[in-house]
């Protein structure tokens, strides 16, 4: 029984920690190219959204992707990795709506369901 409880302890420690955020979030690199976080809202022009029935502030993902001087945006597709290891796929579409935010350094794309928005926000990658 007790060494039941302790498999148990230390499963449950060992799933909370590989919850926790692995990468630098000061930071984020799109498309090879470092940025800070204060930096992105020094550079780019914060502007408001709504969605989800909420209300924010943040740059265009659009704005920092064009920045980076990539040709031919419409014809790759973009990566968003959190500090997490999680993932989410995005066409220029997409990028065309959608938003870095401050808070909890995540992405929000106001025409897609939570599940594509990403925090701690660490890559953007152009594949």
Do not use: C
Not at 14 to 22: D, G, H, I, N, V
Not at 54 to 78: A, F, K, Q
Not at 91 to 110: A, H, M, Q
Request: neutral net charge; glycine residues 12%.
């Amino acid at each position: 029984m007790v060494l039941s409880i302790l498999v148990l302890a230390g499963s449950a420690t060992a799933f909370y920690f590989s919850l926790q955020p692995k990468g630098d979030t000061s930071k984020i690199v799109v498309n090879g190219r470092d940025y800070t976080w204060e930096g992105l809202f020094q550079r780019f022009t914060p502007v408001r959204f709504t969605a989800n029935g909420g209300t924010y502030s943040g740059v265009r993902l659009s704005d920092i992707i064009n920045d980076t001087g990539l040709d031919d945006r419409e014809g790759h597709r973009y990566k968003v990795t959190g500090a997490d290891g999680y993932q989410k796929e995005f066409s220029w579409g997409d990028l065309l709506n959608g938003y870095l935010v401050r808070e909890g350094k995540k992405t929000i794309f106001p025409g897609l369901t939570k599940s594509f928005w990403v925090r701690d926000v660490v890559w953007i990658e152009v594949v």
